[in-house]
């Protein structure tokens, strides 16, 4: 069992800087890959990056390339979301994951974090 808790969400201006910050418990936080997702009022959830077990892999939606960096510290059991450039369209619920890297879908999940970008 993977427990998440999310925080940094908050208010920023268009064209500010968020940090997301995500910690996990669970003695085998190392073997899990780590994504971040997001849910817009009235749309969908959408996936935002994603970074494997060893942190040596990531991907990004194409929305968020070049502004938004994932990044992960396995000892201390937190994935991070450096969320750069932000645009009024960012605003959403961003919510991490966790699914072991053989899984092809999240197992776990957040309870999420608000972040608004006022234009």
């Known amino acids: 069992q993977v427990q998440l808790v999310e925080s940094g969400g908050g208010l920023v201006q268009a064209g500010g800087s968020l940090r997301l910050s995500c910690a996990a418990s669970?003695?085998?936080?190392?073997?899990?890959?780590m994504g971040w997702f997001r849910q817009a009022p009235g749309k969908e959830r959408e996936f935002v990056a994603a970074?494997?077990?060893?942190?040596?892999?990531?991907s990004y939606a194409d929305s968020v390339k070049g502004r938004f960096t994932i990044s992960r510290d396995n000892a201390k059991k937190t994935v991070y979301l450096q969320m750069n450039s932000l645009k009024p369209e960012d605003t959403a619920v961003y919510y991490c994951?966790?699914?072991?890297?053989?899984?092809?879908?999240?197992?776990?999940w957040g309870q999420g974090t608000q972040v608004t970008v006022s234009s």
């Open positions: 994951a966790a699914k072991l890297s053989s899984a092809r879908q999240y197992d776990y």
């Open positions: 669970g003695r085998t936080f190392s073997t899990y890959a």
């Open positions: 970074i494997s077990a060893s942190g040596g892999t990531r």
